[in-house]
């Protein structure tokens, strides 16, 4: 079983930054993709960001040459730093593992604001 714990959201103007941390439990974060996902009210869960165990990366197009996803393997952490953030980046974010099958965090909230 792994679990996912989800922190550094919050609310910020448009144009500034965050940075969210995954940590994941379990001995086979090195072997695992990690990603991050969100979702808005009455919204589908959409793939933000995916890295694989080699470190290649994926984005959403929204999202290039803003966000940037990257993982410690020593601490099982996955990160999410986010730049010039838009109001329409706001949305619950969740951590997202495949080890087998999926895993989810329990989600962090990012409020952007005009």
């Known amino acids: 079983q792994v679990q996912l714990v989800e922190s550094g959201g919050g609310l910020v103007q448009a144009g500034g930054s965050l940075r969210l941390s995954c940590a994941a439990s379990?001995?086979?974060?090195?072997?695992?993709?990690m990603g991050w996902f969100r979702q808005t009210p009455g919204n589908e869960r959409e793939p933000v960001a995916l890295?694989?165990?080699?470190?290649?990366?994926n984005y959403v197009d929204s999202v290039k040459g803003r966000f940037t996803i990257s993982r410690d393997n020593a601490k099982n952490t996955v990160y999410l730093q986010m730049n010039s953030l838009k109001p329409e980046d706001t949305a619950v974010y969740y951590c997202?593992?495949?080890?087998?099958?999926?895993?989810w965090g329990q989600g962090t909230q990012v409020t952007v604001s005009s």
């Open positions: 890295i694989s165990p080699g470190g290649t990366r």
């Open positions: 379990g001995s086979t974060f090195s072997i695992s993709t």
């Open positions: 997202y593992s495949y080890q087998s099958r999926d895993y």
